[in-house]
C-alpha cells in the first residue's frame, strides 16, 4: 500500500515557467509534510515544509499548497530556473517517521 | 561542517560478499535511518533507530542489519549481497523533536 502518491514522475518546463509537482497522502495520523531536493550524486535536502493547520507557506520562489479536507499537497516553483533542474521528492511524517513519494525529476530548459 | 558522513561513496561488489556501509553523524541526533533509492521507488526504508542501543526494522528490511553501539554511528551491513541490493543507500538522522531529516552524500553499490 502505498501511502504517499507523487505525481508527475518526470516534468520539463522552460526557464520562467511555473513547475507544479503533486502529492497524496493516505493516512489522517501524518502531521508534517515536507518537501526535499535532490541534486545528481547528491542526498536529499530540506527545500520547503508545512504543518496541516495551514494552507499555503512561501518561502521565496517555492510555494506549498495544502488541502487537509483531500488530503493533498503540492509544490509550486515560480519562474523555474535551469538551477532547479533537481529531483523533488515530498514527504508526509507522523512520530518522526517520514514516508516518501516516489519523486519528480524535473529539468527547467534556458 | 556538521552533518552525515558515509562510506564508501561507491563500491562494486560480487555476489555473496559481505559489505558494510558506515554512516557517522556528528550533530548528536538520536534518531537515524538507512534509505535505500531505487529510480521509481523513490526511497524506502531498510531500517532505524530512534536511539542509541535500540534499531527497528523499516519497509525493505530483508538481508540487511543494523547496529547501534553509540549515538554518532549506524553501519548497515548485508550478510551475503544479491543483485536486488543494488542500488543507492543514503544515511539520514533527525534531531530531538525534529520532523525533517538530514541526509548524508550516499553510498552507490553495485552487485553484480
Known amino acids: 500500500q502505498q501511502q504517499v502518491k507523487q505525481s508527475p514522475q518526470s516534468l520539463i518546463v522552460q526557464k520562467g515557467g511555473i513547475s507544479i509537482i503533486n502529492c497524496a497522502y493516505e493516512?489522517?495520523?501524518?502531521?508534517?509534510f515536507p518537501w526535499y531536493q535532490q541534486f545528481p550524486g547528491k542526498g536529499p535536502a530540506l527545500l520547503i515544509a508545512?504543518?496541516?493547520?495551514?494552507s499555503e507557506k512561501k518561502e521565496g520562489r517555492f510555494t506549498i499548497s495544502f488541502n487537509k479536507s483531500a488530503k493533498q499537497f503540492s509544490l509550486h516553483i515560480m519562474d523555474s530556473q535551469p538551477g532547479d533542474s533537481a529531483t523533488y521528492f515530498c514527504?508526509?511524517?507522523?512520530?518522526?517517521?517520514?514516508?516518501f513519494g516516489d519523486g519528480t525529476t524535473l529539468t527547467v530548459k534556458p | 561542517i556538521a552533518g552525515i558522513t558515509q562510506a564508501p561513496t561507491s563500491q562494486i561488489l560480487a555476489a555473496g560478499r559481505r559489505m558494510t556501509l558506515r554512516c557517522t553523524q556528528d550533530?548528536?541526533?538520536?534518531?537515524m535511518y538507512w534509505y535505500r533509492q531505487d529510480l521509481g521507488l523513490g526511497l524506502r526504508l531498510i531500517h532505524y533507530?530512534?536511539?542509541?542501543?535500540?534499531?527497528g526494522k523499516g519497509e525493505v528490511p530483508d538481508g540487511y542489519s543494523v547496529s547501534r553501539a553509540n549515538t554518532d554511528d549506524f553501519p548497515l551491513t548485508l550478510a551475503s549481497a544479491v543483485p536486488s541490493q543494488t542500488s543507492v543507500y543514503f544515511c539520514?538522522?533527525?534531531?530531538?523533536?525534529?520532523?525533517?531529516?538530514?541526509f548524508g552524500a550516499g553510498s552507490r553499490l553495485t552487485v553484480l
Open positions: 514527504a508526509s511524517t507522523n512520530a518522526g517517521k517520514s514516508t
Open positions: 493516512n489522517t495520523a501524518f502531521d508534517y
Open positions: 508545512i504543518r496541516p493547520d495551514v
Open positions: 533507530s530512534n536511539t542509541a542501543g535500540t534499531t
Open positions: 550533530m548528536r541526533h538520536n534518531a
Open positions: 539520514a538522522s533527525r534531531g530531538p523533536g525534529a520532523n525533517v531529516l538530514t
